[in-house]
Every structure is written in C-alpha cells, then in structure tokens.
C-alpha cells in the first residue's frame, strides 16, 4: 500500500522557516517525481514545488521562488520542502504527491500526479 506522510508543518510568525519532509512508503519513488502543493481556505489546490526523479530539474510556482526550496533524497524514499521568508498569504494546508515516470519538473507541474499524502498545516502570523 502507497503511503505519504508529511511532517514539519506547524505556526510560525512571518519571515521565519519551516521544512517539511514527506516520507513515503509502499513501493520505490527513486524514478518517480516529488512535488509539494498546497490548498489556502477556499481557494483551489496548487502546486509550490516539484523535483524530477533525478533531482536535476524543479520547478517553482512564481511565488515561492528564491524563498522555498525542494530537495529529495532517493536513498530514504523523502522529499523535503525547505520554506524561509514565510508570509501570511503562504498559510494552507500542504500536501506531498509523487508522479510516476521521468518528466522534467516543469512538465510535471500540469500533470496529474498519481498519489497523494493528507497533508500538514502551515500558519504563518503576521
């Protein structure tokens, strides 16, 4: 059974950092992209980051550029979004999915991606 769990989420005061990590489990993601995504009250589901199975290319959404960043590590089956500069507006629900195959991450991130974690609240204050 495929499994995501994320973790790290919590409240932190505007411009400071959170990483979370999304471990994932049930079968071997080392030839699968990682991407993080997110979902604000009421406002639909979007993609922050992604990251090809090699790690050569990523993709961020013009928002989070120069402040998030995507790393993975194939060995531990592990994603990590490391977050600085937090704003408010970067408040939501975020979850971890995997997409199987070998796009690059800039194609990934209009694809449908295939599993999905429950995902970790951020709260940044102002």
């Known amino acids: 059974q495929v499994q995501l769990v994320e973790s790290g989420g919590g409240l932190v005061q505007a411009g400071g950092s959170l990483r979370l990590s999304c471990a994932a489990s049930?079968?071997?993601?080392?030839?699968?992209?990682m991407g993080w995504f997110r979902q604000a009250p009421g406002k639909e589901r979007e993609i922050v980051a992604a990251?090809?199975?090699?790690?050569?290319?990523?993709y961020y959404q013009d928002s989070v550029k120069g402040r998030f960043a995507i790393a993975r590590d194939s060995a531990k089956n592990t994603a990590y979004l490391q977050m600085n500069s937090l704003k408010p507006e970067d408040t939501a629900v975020y979850y971890c999915?995997?997409?199987?195959?070998?796009?690059?991450?800039?194609?990934?991130?209009?694809?449908?991606?295939?599993?999905w974690g429950q995902g970790t609240q951020v709260t940044v204050s102002s």
């Open positions: 049930g079968r071997t993601f080392s030839r699968d992209g």
């Open positions: 999915a995997t997409k199987r195959g070998r796009a690059t991450a800039q194609a990934m991130a209009v694809m449908t991606w295939d599993y």
């Open positions: 990251i090809s199975w090699s790690g050569y290319s990523t």
